[in-house]
């Protein structure tokens, strides 16, 4: 009776971490995935669900910078972490992988969108001067249905040569 | 021109809805929440095929926090959808035909409650024999779905007498093509916000591809008039045909009026496979034969669909096969016969393509098979046998002539992937290269004697902005960019002056369906026919405000200037303050269909030629796509960006169509349940190069304007990736997707380990 367990669950833990530069503290129970208290506890839409077993990479955020499935992360994983979403960036104005995006038209429904750029993000902020294996190991963990990936590589070639010249 | 960001200069423009989607700011319909709202869950039948004894809901009932489980007793008006026929139960009674066939819905305070209360629910089955062969299923022996039988729909087209002109063929080909139950795999699931309303209203949040159509379906299965509901349609997180039909709608629109409160429904990636819809696995059968000279005298071919346990648009997506699998040829006589049947498995229906995928797989084979038979060039073969323009339409229909067709077979004849397809550049012994190429023609509207209604509204706002209002939908194609850039164009308005409104039945006027790669030209016609009235309206009522005549007025950016364009003179927010009635004007008018009566024939096409370079690892068997040209003629280029997006997103589709993607069943039950097994293409797969042609010149006087390309990428891929794995590798390969195995080859060091020689 998974389902009674979880229906009537009381034990709960005090998450304390950072989300988007906020000091955060919420009372979950530690199996929460980060992807529920994301959209459903906070409303940061903007992390989107669509497989839920870390295959497709709609759900990617910013654990201390690494990339990683929000549907795969428990709340007790995040204690004492730093994450950042998609909200998270560019708050002010716009990163400018999210400008090359833009420009080059690397979206369509955009659903994907927001887990992509997040991909590119870690990868260029541990590397800017990714190799074209680099990049596609860090970006094969996110899909798009829409585009065939044309505009998505184009957006992102942009992204790192951008982040190659302003070095 | 080749399309990309450099060829369209100041065309190339970020979209409107860009900003908040790469942002995260954008709410799709399934992000929405309310205060107090209860989640909603539908149980669906463990079984394929199984009678209903009882269904128990009392101790799910009896749950705290559980507000409402309902089953068929509770739909008050048709306990049925589907689209054209309505024969899919939205709560089953006595029967389930599916796996994912619903039997009860549940509304509840958590998404924990609500999973509590489904597994509270006990139904007693007694299961029956499952059918899950179109061949058996056709058997007398064969247990009965429906009421009619095992035959959703059965079609055929004849021309000439095909026995007699096989006896004269110098060459024959016969052969059968299979293709894959392939998914949509929108990354967004099924799902939405469902709010009752002051005065019994019913607000649905919820992405569909045809908000009117849903708002029919509803109102028929809630017993409400229609004007009681809302359907909020857009932004859609991807459809491709797979949101069309009714989905979470129906449970979420019950549950919401039964329990007073909001509800939210939003599918997991498994429910979404085992309830949604899948493209038709098809049985191909084609005898093409020949004379000495390369002319096709005959061609017969016989086309099994797998429609599943429901009809939804099984029956169109036959005829537009049956369309499809004769195509742009010339022949002297051909036969088809066509037959889509119910089974118990999972639902077939609409999917970008529509039929044609699976037509043009074989067909484009037979053509490849033919060519080698007769020691021709595969792409001379094709021009020899090429509906000429003034010739008939597959089905013999009077078509909308144009150059189309060998515009687009002239440019891949002489693109230099295409030139250089026998140059095999040298890297490891077991990696070998192919080209191959599919010629094309693809019906866009739903086709002769279906409803087919088109049409849209311009209006100046209170607030001074220029409204476009329509039926359609944006899941991703690019339509309110499309339609922006054509206010712009064609209007003269800057981006800042409009505003567009689309996605919700209380805004917008009946503008048909987004689906068939039609929006795009049905805005542009409404948009021809608006643009007069519209645009002497404004001038006329400037000119009473001003007090200049007209002749000396220009529509322009931010409102209407002098007739040198030096100086504005009037915003349009003054202008609407000062207009003597509301300026607002409306078009409706059909889809143009042929006037020959023939159900589902097509009178608009476009056309496409398409050559892939594959690379294949004969020791893995995998195919690796390294490069891909496509020409396509669909008249001018309403939006670059878009327009490429569409080809490169379509072809990447039927990339996985070809090489990886099948939702696999055994004995009516999904083995293939998320996207660990289900494999789409990823970046890896698809970052080849990729070049798109278009061809935009239409024939002088042609009032058409721009063709679809919804679906045209999506098209000419597999048959194309299928000739060049067997340029490169021998192997002729009939069966989608393509299965790697059978393309391994046993290095010789291997067989002698073995044998221990």
């Not at chain 1, 080059?104 to 541990?126: D, F, N, R, W």
Request: overall charge negative; aromatic content about 6%; hydrophobic content about 35%.
């Amino acid at each position: 009776m998974i389902h009674k367990i979880l229906a009537e669950r009381r034990t709960e833990m005090d998450l304390e971490c950072e989300i988007n530069g906020e000091p955060i503290s919420l009372d979950v129970p530690p199996t929460r995935r980060l992807l529920s208290i994301l959209r459903d506890d906070l409303q940061l839409t903007g992390t989107k669900v669509s497989c839920e077993i870390g295959r497709c990479g709609a759900c990617m955020v910013l654990v201390d910078g690494q990339q990683v499935n929000s549907c795969l992360t428990m709340a007790y994983q995040c204690d004492g972490k730093s994450i950042t979403t998609i909200e998270g960036l560019g708050s002010s104005e716009v990163d400018p992988i999210q400008q090359c995006f833009l420009e080059e038209g690397g979206y369509q429904c955009g659903y994907c969108t927001p887990g992509m750029i997040i991909s590119v993000k870690a990868l260029l902020t541990h590397n800017p001067e990714p190799s074209a294996e680099d990049i596609e190991e860090a970006m094969s963990g996110n899909l798009c249905r829409c585009t065939g990936y044309g505009g998505i590589i184009r957006s992102v070639q942009k992204a790192v040569s951008l982040r190659r010249n302003t070095q | 021109m080749i399309l990309n960001r450099t060829t369209s200069g100041g065309r190339w423009r970020i979209r409107p809805d860009g900003p908040d989607k790469v942002t995260g700011k954008l709410a799709y319909l399934t992000d929405m929440s309310r205060e107090g709202m209860l989640i909603g869950r539908v149980l669906r039948s463990p079984h394929p095929h199984a009678g209903i004894v009882a269904i128990h809901t009392d101790n799910a009932r009896k749950i705290p926090g559980v507000h409402a489980v309902i089953t068929h007793a509770d739909v008050p008006g048709l306990n049925r959808f589907g689209i054209v026929n309505p024969d899919q139960p939205v709560l089953c009674e006595d029967r389930v035909r599916f796996i994912g066939d619903a039997v009860a819905a549940v509304a509840a305070e958590t998404p924990e409650l609500a999973a509590l209360a489904l597994e509270s629910i006990e139904v007693e089955y007694v299961l029956l024999p499952v059918v899950d062969d179109p061949v058996q299923a056709q058997s007398k022996l064969s247990p009965k779905l429906h009421p009619g039988g095992n035959v959703l729909h059965r079609t055929q087209y004849g021309e000439g007498k095909v026995e007699k002109e096989f006896s004269g063929c110098k060459h024959i080909v016969e052969e059968t093509y299979m293709t894959p139950r392939q998914m949509h795999t929108y990354m967004e699931t099924e799902g939405g916000l469902f709010i009752p309303e002051e005065g019994g209203r019913l607000t649905v949040y919820s992405p569909t591809q045809h908000g009117y159509k849903d708002r029919m379906q509803l109102a028929r299965i809630l017993g409400l008039p229609e004007f009681n509901i809302r359907v909020v349609s857009s932004p859609i997180g991807g459809s491709f045909g797979g949101k069309d039909e009714l989905n979470v709608q129906p449970y979420g629109a019950l549950l919401a009026l039964v329990t007073g409160k909001p509800v939210k429904i939003h599918h997991s990636r498994w429910e979404s496979v085992r309830a949604g819809l899948k493209r038709h696995p098809m049985t191909i059968k084609m005898r093409t034969g020949v004379d000495g000279e390369g002319r096709i005298l005959a061609h017969r071919v016989s086309i099994i669909a797998d429609t599943g346990a429901y009809a939804t648009l099984g029956a169109e997506v036959l005829n537009f096969c049956v369309e499809h699998v004769i195509g742009p040829y010339r022949y002297e006589s051909v036969e088809v016969e066509g037959v889509s049947v119910y089974t118990n498995n999972g639902v077939s229906g609409e999917f970008r393509g529509f039929g044609g995928n699976q037509a043009i797989f074989a067909l484009e084979g037979q053509m490849d098979r033919l060519a080698e038979r007769l020691g021709m060039d595969p792409w001379e073969f094709r021009l020899l046998n090429m509906r000429k323009p003034e010739d008939p339409g597959p089905l013999g229909q009077e078509i909308v002539r144009t150059d189309g067709a060998k515009q687009v077979w002239d440019a891949l004849a002489v693109n230099p992937l295409w030139l250089q397809r026998q140059e095999t550049s040298k890297s490891e012994h077991w990696i070998r290269r192919g080209t191959g190429a599919a010629f094309v023609m693809h019906g866009s509207g739903l086709g002769f004697g279906i409803p087919d209604p088109a049409g849209g509204m311009l209006a100046l706002a209170a607030d001074g902005k220029i409204e476009a209002i329509f039926g359609y939908e944006e899941f991703g194609q690019g339509l309110i960019a499309t339609l922006e850039l054509m206010l712009i164009e064609q209007f003269g308005f800057g981006a800042d002056d409009v505003r567009i409104v689309i996605g919700d039945t209380d805004l917008v006027p009946h503008s048909g369906s987004s689906t068939a790669s039609r929006a795009t030209g049905m805005m542009w016609k409404s948009l021809q026919k608006l643009r007069g009235p519209f645009l002497n309206r404004l001038l006329k009522e400037a000119s009473s405000l001003l007090s200049i005549p007209t002749e000396s007025l220009r529509v322009g950016i931010g409102g209407i200037w002098n007739d040198t364009q030096d100086h504005l003179l009037l915003t349009y927010g003054q202008l609407a303050q000062g207009a003597t009635e509301e300026i607002i004007y409306q078009t409706h008018f059909p889809f143009p269909a042929s006037p020959t009566k023939r159900i589902g024939a097509h009178y608009l096409y476009t056309y496409a030629a398409v050559a892939v370079q594959v690379e294949v690892n004969m020791l893995t068997g995998r195919v690796k796509l390294l490069k891909q040209v496509h020409a396509v003629a669909a008249g001018p280029v309403m939006n670059p960006q878009g327009f490429l997006g569409q080809i490169e997103g379509g072809s990447g589709m039927a990339v996985g169509f070809a090489l990886t993607e099948d939702s696999d069943m055994d004995k009516g039950v999904y083995l293939t349940r998320n996207l660990d097994t289900y494999l789409i293409p990823s970046w890896a797969d698809l970052n080849g190069e990729i070049e798109v042609q278009a061809i935009e010149d239409l024939p002088e006087g042609d009032e058409h304007g721009p063709r679809g390309v919804g679906e045209i990428g999506s098209v000419g891929i597999a048959p194309a990736i299928a000739e060049a794995v067997y340029q490169a590798t021998g192997k002729r390969l009939n069966k989608l997707p393509i299965d790697p195995e059978l393309l391994q080859e046993v290095p010789e060091f291997l067989t002698k380990a073995v044998d221990g020689r």
